[in-house]
T-cell receptor, first 113, second 118 residues
């Protein structure tokens, strides 16, 4: 079954603006990950946040995790046209899942130059 | 060097045919996966192998048969292709265990195989 819901489904902004994407999930997790997919390409890992972490930064990326609300957000600051892509959250439920990821529906981000 | 490579990148075939997709990873990972991305870009796990052993089979029709000859390779064979099999298939790998301990690690994905059944 689908684990995550993401919103918005599509986001259109100007270069230099910040982009925020949200993800909700249904079951307990071991970690939550964010991936980027450029059109016609594979998925690229952006950042992983463990279930005992609340916030993590990587360059222009900031991820938060609220396990009580079963939600996460990805903030991209000072966006660039090259950030245009689809962004997916994915949860790893741990246990015997062997790293199996359950994906959200994704947010299509368009950054206009 | 490509970390996870899959071939072919594009596959167009007729209904009823049998086809295979190959995947190789050079990352030394112990776990490999097949994911299917549908036309709405929704990604769903199909299979997972750990050290050549099938771990996860997510209610996939038995026309789909994965095979892992060794830890670095995971192939996907599809029999009697149907129109609904048209999708992008992604291979991925990750390191599940290191030194006997479970690791929180990301997955590395191949570039995908776009399968079109006509």
């Amino acid at each position: 079954s689908q684990q995550g819901e993401e919103d918005p489904q599509a986001l259109s902004i100007q270069e230099g603006e910040n982009a925020t994407m949200n993800c909700s999930y249904k079951t307990s997790i071991n970690n939550l990950q964010w991936y980027r997919q450029n059109s016609g390409r594979g998925l690229v890992h952006l950042i992983l946040i463990r279930s005992n972490e609340r916030e993590k930064h990587s360059g222009r990326l900031r991820v938060t995790l609220d396990t009580s609300k079963k939600s996460s957000s990805l903030l991209i600051t000072a966006s660039r046209a090259a950030d245009t892509a689809s962004y997916f959250c994915a949860t790893d439920s741990g246990g015997t899942s062997y790293g199996k990821l359950t994906f959200g529906q994704g947010t299509i981000l368009t950054v206009h130059p | 060097d490509t970390a996870v490579s899959q071939t072919p990148k594009y596959l167009v075939t007729q209904m009823g045919n049998d086809k295979s997709i190959k995947c190789e990873q050079n990352l030394g990972h112990d776990t490999m996966y097949w994911y299917k991305q549908d036309s709405k870009k929704f990604l769903k796990i199909m299979f997972s192998y750990n050290n050549k052993e099938l771990i996860i089979n997510e209610t996939v029709p038995n026309r789909f048969s994965p095979k892992s000859p060794d830890k670095a390779h995971l192939n996907l064979h599809i029999n009697s292709l149907e129109l609904g099999d048209s999708a992008v298939y992604f291979c991925a790998s990750s390191r599940y265990l290191s030194g006997g301990l479970r690791k929180n690690t990301e997955a590395f994905f191949g570039q995908g195989t776009r399968l079109t059944v006509v």
